[in-house]
């Protein structure tokens, strides 16, 4: 469990990590591209999101598995195309995010990987380490601190995407606004380090994040 001060109202905010954990994994799942095996998953989706203690997450999870599986799923399918492969602040690849296609993108793929392997895990498939499902689901298996580690890195980009999702007419918006909230601040300082830190490698990456 983490806390952050908020100067201005005088605040202290508590975060659980464990519902934190929670609302990560079932993220990586909404945020995946709604094919026909997706959509199939819903149903069972919902059923995890009901058991949430946090109950504005298990609201904004439910209403939106609910819309999509209502929708037309050839419609739906356009939607995410248009969210979030036509703009940069909210494509779902972070390190374009901030880099664009400039050079410096290829070493931030690489030392997130390395991230991932120092925390124990280890990708399968093609996708980018980047992709944004992939890093929630990290987030939801890896400890806190390693989780965090990379999340921090990201944050401002998480940040930028959210603005430019609540921009747009899209269901998706609610689900940025959702993490963000779930997630811990961390300054400048700490986002720096763990930018340049990686520990020892061991383990198997298990996740099946796919699109």
């Not at 280890?122 to 601190?145: I, K, N, T």
Request: charged share 30%; glycine share 8%; proline share 4%.
């Amino acid at each position: 469990m983490t806390t952050d001060v908020n100067e201005g109202a005088g605040t202290t905010l508590v975060h659980d990590w464990d519902a934190a954990r929670m609302v990560c994994k079932l993220l990586s799942y909404l945020l995946q591209y709604p094919d026909a095996e997706w959509r199939a998953g819903l149903q069972g989706f919902r059923e995890a999101a009901g058991s949430l203690t946090d109950g504005e997450a298990q609201k904004v999870l439910t209403a939106f598995s609910r819309r999509a599986e209502e929708a037309d799923p050839i419609r739906w399918q356009d939607e995410y195309v248009r969210t979030f492969d036509f703009d940069k602040k909210s494509n779902l690849y972070l390190t374009y995010a901030v880099y664009g296609d400039e050079r410096d993108r290829g070493p931030a793929l690489i030392e997130l990987k390395r991230r991932y392997e120092a925390a124990g895990f280890y990708m399968e498939g093609s996708e980018l380490p980047d992709y944004l499902p992939m890093v929630l689901e990290f987030a939801a298996e890896a400890s806190e601190e390693e989780a965090l580690g990379v999340i921090s890195v990201y944050r401002k980009a998480l940040t930028a995407m959210a603005e430019s999702l609540s921009r747009l007419t899209t269901p998706y918006a609610p689900l940025l606004e959702l993490l963000l909230r779930v997630l811990p601040e961390a300054d400048d300082d700490a986002a720096v380090e763990a930018s340049a830190d990686v520990g020892s490698q061991n383990g198997l990456w298990t996740g099946g994040v796919k699109r």
